[in-house]
T-cell receptor, first 114, second 113 residues
Framework: GDSVTQMEGPVTLSEEAFLTINCTYTATGYPSLFWYVQYPGEGLQLLLKATKADDKGSNKGFEATYRKETTSFHLEKGSVQVSDSAVYFCALRDSGGSNYKLTFGKGTLLTVNP | DAGVIQSPRHEVTEMGQEVTLRCKPISGHNSLFWYRQTMMRGLELLIYFNNNVPIDDSGMPEDRFSAKMPNASFSTLKIQPSEPRDSAVYFC???????????FGPGTRLTVL
């Protein structure tokens, strides 16, 4: 079955540091890939997505590239801010049909200190 | 546009009581999902509906949990009787053809004493 593995947290960084959160996946089809962010006390929000190999999703300074050869979708940001402190979830939706089910990783807690 | 609406936002109840959580999906969306989030187990999919029909309820923990979607604009998740281990944040999400992603509500924080 489908699965998503993301790096264990928590991750603690100083402001303006470089961020990488690793995500790898297994899927039976040709999935779409997502990063969701959950700020304290809120629901999940879509951060970025990519639907085919070599696509780069980007938003709010975050980027992730769909790497089919390594089945990865690592999240990066060049300079984090305190306001980026949140839980980040990698997810996939397998291809085809009317199945809109997402498979999520366990989440990575990021804390950014001033 | 209004997003996914959940009510109540917080619920505190005593063990053995019935709890009903409510969700209004985004207008026009035809798929709806219920999730549970805890520190121990992370984010778990409980059940999802397509066109008001339950498609996969394999994540529903046990018979104490039930979910309904009587129409395209309303769904409920009921726990009867509730137990302390049901304490969690419950999220509802919706989507539709033309979208890949799901749109999440703000969640209901349930505490069972």
């Amino acid at each position: 079955g489908d699965s998503v593995t993301q790096m264990e947290g928590p991750v603690t960084l100083s402001e303006e540091a470089f961020l990488t959160i690793n995500c790898t996946y297994t899927a039976t089809g040709y999935p779409s890939l997502f990063w969701y962010v959950q700020y304290p006390g809120e629901g999940l929000q879509l951060l970025l997505k990519a639907t085919k190999a070599d696509d780069k999703g980007s938003n709010k300074g975050f980027e992730a590239t769909y790497r089919k050869e390594t089945t990865s979708f690592h999240l990066e940001k060049g300079s984090v801010q305190v306001s980026d402190s949140a839980v980040y979830f990698c997810a996939l939706r397998d291809s085809g049909g009317s199945n809109y089910k997402l498979t999520f990783g366990k989440g990575t807690l990021l804390t950014v200190n001033p | 546009d209004a997003g996914v609406i959940q009510s109540p936002r917080h619920e505190v109840t005593e063990m053995g009581q019935e709890v009903t959580l409510r969700c209004k999906p985004i207008s026009g969306h035809n798929s709806l999902f219920w999730y549970r989030q805890t520190m121990m187990r992370g984010l778990e999919l409980l059940i999802y509906f397509n066109n008001n029909v339950p498609i996969d309820d394999s994540g529903m923990p046990e018979d104490r949990f039930s979910a309904k979607m009587p129409n395209a604009s309303f769904s409920t998740l009921k726990i009867q009787p509730s137990e302390p281990r049901d304490s969690a944040v419950y999220f509802c999400a919706s989507t539709s053809i033309g979208y890949n992603e799901q749109f999440f509500g703000p969640g209901t924080r349930l505490t069972v004493l």
